[in-house]
Each structure stands twice: as C-alpha cells, then as structure tokens.
C-alpha cells in the first residue's frame, strides 16, 4: 500500500481485479426506505454513507442484488448501545481473549482523556507518562495507566498517584465505572463469562496482572518486593499477547488507518561492517486512506518512534489545527489488516490483494482464499453465539487458529 509514486500505479493494477458485485446500493435497505418517512429525514448522501460505512466494517451484509441487511456482527451491535467500534473491539475481544484489556481501552476512548500537561510543568508531566509506555501504541499505555490506578487499592492512594503522574482522578473514576458498564453490557449478550472466551481463564488472568504489575512496580513500591522478573517465555508470551490486542484494536478502528512511509535507510560502517542507523522521527511520513499526509501528534507515544516493524498505525482520533494530528495510535501487523480491515480484493495477475480498495499487500491466491475462508469462518462463529449466548468460544478451532496466525505473522 502507499500514499505516493509506484504505490499509486499498485493501487490502479489491484483495482482491475475488484468486483463491485458485493458493494451495496445505496436506498436498498429496510433502514433507508425507514427513515424516508420521518419528520425530518436524512438525506439519501447521509444513509448512503452510513450504510457503506456499515458495510465496510462487515456489519451489514450486501446480497446478490446489492440490497443489505444485518450480518451476524450487526445483529450483536444492535445490542449494544455504544458507538459501533467501540462495540466491535470488545466482540472480536472477547472472541480472542482479550476481552479485559479491550474493556479498559474502550472506557479510555469513551471518556475524556486523563493525561494532563499543564503549561508550565510540560516536561515533566511526559516524563511521568513515558513510564506506562507498551511498545509502539497509545491504546496499550492506558492499560499500564488502569492497572496501576487499580493496584493503588485506597482512594487516597489513587489520589495520590494521580497527582504524582499529572492524571485526573476525575477522568479515572469515570472510566472505572465505565468499564464497568461495559463489561456488564457485554455479561448481558453472552459475552465475558468465566471460561467463555479463549485465553480469559483465571491462570491467563493473573498472567496478564502479573506482567502488568512488573511493567509498572517502579511506581507502586509495595510491588517491588512481590513481582519476580520476568523471563523470557513470559515475555515472548506476553508480547504475542499484545500482537493479539494490536488485532482486535485493528478490528474496531478500522477504517482509522494509516500507512508509514518511512526514510531510505543509512548504515554506519563498524569493525564488524555495517549496522543500520536509527530512523529520525521526523523523517517518517504518515498517509491516511484518502492519500493526504497526516503528522503524528506530539503527546502519542508514536511521535517519537522512527523505526517500525510494520507499516501501519490504527488510530481512534485525528484533530484539525495547524495541520491534521492523529492523537492515539497503535502499530498493527498485515495479517490483522487482512482478516478485521474492508473488504478483500484479489488481483491473480499481480499477486496482489487489496483490503478497502487502497491497503495492498503481495500475497499468493493461496493466502488470499485462506483469509476468506477464515473470515467466513469468523462471522459463523458470531451467528454460533447468536444462536447460543452460554457457547464457550474458546472450543472453537477457527478461534484459536486466527490468535495463532495474530501471533505469529502468518508463520505457523
């Protein structure tokens, strides 16, 4: 994929292979006919765009005739009164075993932001808040920033910290009791028991706390002496763990994504040859789907990062001041793209498959037919638990395959 030069000749070569047969009508569906009969009732552009936007994260279905209903991911939307990404992370969450951490990223981006950084203590409010930095992502800084908050037991010691690392305990409260909320909601569809998903057993639980509370025992004392270090199965552990997260994240922001575009790399000779140098920050560039440039703001985590294992960010929000910010970020790997972002399109001559007509990755007509497959075999799993609310998930085959293929790039 690309914003710029041969990437755009790739975009028009992939496109050649696209079929439009599955792309809705717009004033198709039950919900336009509907709604043309209110008081004051949208405009055709307004439910077109709505539907199409609905289409593309697969919670409508588009049939032979282009006329669209509810694809099983819709029919457990509708049960959730929350903002449709919100609602899809903590479903494809809960289907791969995350559901905790979604939860607490989805109270984050459905409160106000508890980061603060007044004026005249700028620096050192970002220095208290790189110490909850998990890799190349904003989304997993507030899991680190929630544990602690909770770990911190009394609420004069949650007082107390949020005072220390520039958060507010207002802003805190709020999203604890949000999360709650979410969780509760997720409960009532049948999603969240104990046992019911994969990976959210009580040893997978503590794990996780446990590789949390290591992350953070520098600022909760009283942890130091209980955590033991980390080795490095439990890291390697771990981090598949977050590249998991880093999907369902993908899942739910879609289509919020943006492509890097990074510098061409220097090297430095040494006595052993040549090591590559690191990458300026500031020489990466950031495109969004619409082929405009976007900068990274200066409070993500990611504003600072040159170097990226993959060429694609996630993000919740972009703002319009001076120029177009994205203000939270999360690098996503292609796989996670191929199974959770638009819809697929595979050019057999050049080898190319393309996902929401401008993502373009080579791929083998193999690899494009196995993702299908596992995206067919996705929403089954979704009409399975439709059906029947107490399914445990976690016996499903395709859900521990598509947490294998997360993990592992594709390389099993």
């Known amino acids: 994929g690309g914003g710029k030069g041969g990437a755009g000749k790739q975009q028009k070569k992939a496109k050649k292979g696209s079929s439009s047969a599955d792309a809705p009508k717009a004033g198709q569906s039950p919900a336009s006919k509907f709604l043309a009969h209110a008081i004051e009732p949208p405009s055709p552009d307004a439910i077109a765009a709505a539907e199409q936007y609905l289409w593309d994260i697969g919670a409508l279905h588009a049939g032979d005739d282009g006329a ?14 929350v903002d449709v990404n919100i609602g899809k992370m903590l479903i494809v969450g809960a289907i791969l075993g995350v559901l905790q951490e979604a939860l ?4 984050f ?24 930095n998990m890799g190349k992502s904003d989304h997993f800084r507030y899991i680190a920033v929630y544990h602690t908050f909770i770990e911190c037991g009394s609420t004069s010691a949650q007082r107390r910290f949020c005072k220390d690392y520039f958060l507010s305990f207002a802003a805190m409260t709020t999203i604890r009791d949000v999360r709650k909320q979410l969780a509760q909601m997720m409960r009532s569809i049948g999603f969240g028991t104990a046992g019911g998903s994969h990976g959210e057993g009580a040893e997978a639980k503590a794990f996780r706390e446990t590789c949390l509370s290591h992350h953070v025992k520098h600022i909760i004392p009283s942890l130091s002496c209980q955590i033991d270090s980390l080795d490095v199965r439990q890291k390697m552990r771990y981090g598949n763990l977050l590249k998991v997260l880093s999907g369902v994240l993908c899942a739910g922001l879609y289509p919020n994504v943006i492509r890097i575009e990074p510098p061409e790399k220097t090297y430095a000779q040494v006595s052993q040859g040549t090591i590559a140098r690191a990458t300026d920050p500031k020489a990466v560039k950031y495109w969004d789907d619409s082929r405009q440039r976007v900068k990274m703001h200066p409070s993500s985590v990611n504003f600072k990062h040159g170097d990226f294992e993959s060429l694609w960010l996630a993000y919740f929000q972009k703002v319009k001041t ?3 910010f994205v203000r939270d970020s999360t690098m996503i790997y292609p796989y996670a793209l191929l199974l ?19 993502i373009n990755f080579r791929a083998s007509a193999r690899v494009g037919a196995l993702v299908k497959a596992l995206r067919t075999e996705l ?15 976690a016996s499903l085959p395709a859900t521990g395959l598509i947490v294998k293929i997360l993990q592992s790039e594709g390389m099993m």
Do not use: Y
């Open 322 to 324: 001076s120029q177009v």
């Open 109 to 132: 981006l459905s409160c106000q932001s508890p980061f603060q950084s007044p004026m005249d203590k700028r620096d050192e409010s970002n220095a208290a808040h790189v110490q909850f």
């Open 340 to 358: 959770f972002g638009g819809h697929l399109s595979m050019n057999h001559d050049a080898n190319v498959l393309t996902v929401g007509g401008w």
């Open 379 to 393: 929403d089954h799993v979704l009409e399975q638990k439709l059906a029947d609310p107490s399914l445990d998930l």
């Open 104 to 107: 607490t990223i989805a109270a």
């Open 68 to 81: 669209l209903t509810l694809a099983p991911l819709g029919w457990h939307l509708v049960e959730l009164p």
